[in-house]
């Protein structure tokens, strides 16, 4: 499984941002896809996470209600939709693949995409 992540970019607090990643491969394999980020000094951290077969989706505390989740099953797709964005959301975000949500919480996916950087501006 091969993931591409995209739409990382330079926004003013309290905007909007879209990141999107895309799955190829063996992706029957894929039972969760999620979202992490590592900001700068600091450990990866679990974002989001999707069930790709009943779209049941997870969120981190801090960014339940600002972030979502959603897929595209025809274009093997995963977004995250990111509002009211917060200078401390500022960071690299990663998308992963993975067989358990357990894995996904854990920030073990079976599989990384490369990460694409989000900069929040106060």
């Known amino acids: 499984v091969q993931l591409q992540a995209s739409g990382g970019g330079l926004v003013q607090a309290g905007g909007s941002l879209r990141l999107s990643c895309a799955a190829s491969g063996r992706t029957s394999s894929i039972y969760y896809m999620g979202w992490f980020r590592q900001a700068p000094g600091k450990e990866r951290e679990f974002v989001a996470a999707?069930?790709?077969?009943?779209?049941?989706?997870y969120y981190a505390d801090s960014v339940k209600g600002r972030l979502i989740i959603s897929r595209d099953d025809a274009e093997n797709t995963v977004y995250l939709q990111m509002n009211s964005l917060k200078p401390e959301d500022t960071a690299v975000y990663y998308c992963?693949?993975?067989?358990?949500?357990?894995?996904?919480?854990?920030?073990?996916?079976?599989?990384w995409g490369q990460g694409t950087l989000v900069t929040v501006s106060s």
């Open positions: 999707i069930n790709w077969r009943t779209d049941n989706t």
């Open positions: 992963g693949a993975g067989d358990t949500l357990l894995r996904i919480q854990r920030r073990m996916p079976n599989y």
